[in-house]
Every structure is written in structure tokens, then in C-alpha cells.
């Protein structure tokens, strides 16, 4: 019996322990000294002071049998868009930002304005790579890794998730490929220093898509001459993600290659494709069309994010009310 009148508060630890099970380790969190730990699911970096709300951290804590904390309880919540608007000027630097002009407008009320690259791009974008399973992947991978063995030619390796890197870590340990792993399970504090070294001769790392956000690769000359970095990302994700991964190969008009590998079994396609959408792709998969089947990438992504955009929109508009009440207040 899930319901009694009685004890009506169960109802709500019920539905708590059913909502953490949504919740994956080592994607959504970690487990860091006996304690919960929230991942940023945009940077793949630890947020040591959040929480979730209504009791849904303490719901994940009982899950993982660690020691529960107290609940914390939001007092207020505001919306970026509306954070942001508090200021009388605001403005902001991206690379990858014109794909959401649009956005930007209806919710910042602000243009996008696209400056040309001082040099001209060099990077090599090579095609995408797919495969029916993630074992074909993985052995591609070790293919790429050792012709980038035999040169010294550095090699950045982005996965989707913590999870995921430990899984290609395992694998490279396995073929006794020594290599760097950085993510906010191996510790972020050296996490820049780190990622700035990953452009040195004979140098493979292997972290989260948006491992050294903001951190500069420095390529030697050596580096440079081998061909520069090479970026391999080892499965699908949001179109802005990839193009952020990508970006880390060939700046400043350097040398430097891209590349996706792509299988069937990416996190990405199981969490926003739908059954006959994974059907459909199996059976272009099975008759080599392969053209086809990265049109059908491109336009998931585009769904996926546009669903975001939407969601975002509307929780703005519904923060615009009470944005009334707190100026009252």
C-alpha cells in the first residue's frame, strides 16, 4: 500500500527514493570521503557546496548507504535570465555561442555578434567514425592511440562522462598505454595545470569533454611538427559540447585534427533517441548509409537542444510573475 491517509508524509519519502534512482554515480555525482558530491553536468566538474532540494539529496544519500545530512530548504530561486537582468550592462565572450543567437535574444534581450578568427583555422574536422557497438570503438581508439605512439603526437581523448573516461582509462591500462586520466573523481585542483600539458610530445589524456575549460593547451614545436593535437571524442553529445571539444585542437591557427567515434550504444542516443529513432539507425547501420545516419545525429541534436531552449523559455516566463512579487518585497 503506497498511500495512507495516516502517514501521508511516506508519500513523499516514496517518491524521493523513486526520483534517486534516476540519478547515475560517477555522472550525476560522486562519492568523495563518505560525502555526496553533485557533478556540473556542463563543465564535468565537482560542486562541493550544492545540493538538490526537497529531499532528494538525502533520497541519493540513502541509496548509496552513506551518512545523511540535513535537508537544506530553498528560500528563494531566480532564473539566470533574470539574475542577469538585474545588471544594467551585461555582455559576454563564447565560441560557440552563434548557433544560440536566437536564444539570446528572446531571452537576454541581447545580439550575437560573430568576429572572424585572427588567423585562419588549420584543423583538420575529419568525418565521423561509426560503429554498431562500443567494443569496435574502443578498438578503433587503440588504433588511433598507437599511430599517435609511433609519431609522439600528443592526443586529447573526451568522453561524456566520468563514468565513461574510468571505462576508456581501464581499457588503455589494459594495453599497457600509459596515459593521464583527469575528472572530478581524480581531483580538480591540479586539473588546469594538468590539461596545459597535454599538448607535450608523446602526452595522451583522457577526461571529460569539458575537462580544462578555459585552459590553453601549449604545443611545442615538436608537437606542432607531429601534426599538433589531436582531439578525439569517443561518443556523441550536444552539438555546443562537441564543437567546445573540437575547439581545443588548432588555435591560434596552429595544426591540429578532430575527430568523433560514434556507436550505436552512446549514452547520448539511449538517453534522447527514441526506440524507432535506434531501430531506424541499426538499419541504415546494416546497409552502410552512413551519410544518412550522421543527418540523423545532427538532427537529434538540434531536437534536443531546441527542447532545452523551450524549457528555459518557459521557465523564464513563469519566473517574470515572481520576479513582480520580489520587486514588491
Known sequence: K??????????HYIQNALIAQTFEKDKDYIIEDGKLVLIDQNTGRKLPDNQYSFGINQAIEAKENIEITNESIEKARITHPTFFHL??????????LFS???????????????????????RKDLEDEIFDNKEDKLEALLQIVEDCQKT??????????????????????????????INAKTGSKEENEQIMHAGEMGKITVGTNMVGRGTDI???????KAGGLYVVSFSKDLSRIEKQL??????QGEVGTSKFLVSLEDPFLKEH??????????????????????????????????DSFALRKYMNDYDILFDQLREKF
Open 273 to 306: 533517441g527514441k526506440e524507432k529513432i535506434l531501430a531506424i539507425l541499426k538499419n541504415l547501420y546494416r546497409n552502410h548509409k552512413i551519410k544518412k545516419m550522421q543527418t540523423i545525429f545532427s538532427k537529434l541534436q538540434k531536437n534536443t537542444e531546441e
Open 152 to 181: 609522439g603526437r600528443p592526443l586529447l581523448i573526451g568522453t561524456s562522462s566520468i563514468k565513461e573516461s574510468f571505462e576508456v582509462h581501464e581499457f588503455l591500462e589494459n594495453h599497457g598505454i600509459s596515459h593521464q586520466l
Open 2 to 11: 503506497v498511500w495512507d491517509d495516516e502517514k501521508e508524509y511516506q508519500h
Open 218 to 224: 601549449k604545443l611545442s614545436k615538436e608537437s606542432l
Open 100 to 122: 544560440a543567437k536566437e536564444e539570446f535574444s528572446d531571452l537576454y534581450g541581447k545580439g550575437v555578434v560573430c568576429i572572424a578568427p585572427r588567423k585562419k583555422i588549420q
Open 87 to 96: 545588471y544594467q550592462n551585461f555582455s559576454g565572450l563564447s565560441g560557440t
Open 246 to 251: 573540437r575547439g581545443r585542437a588548432g588555435r
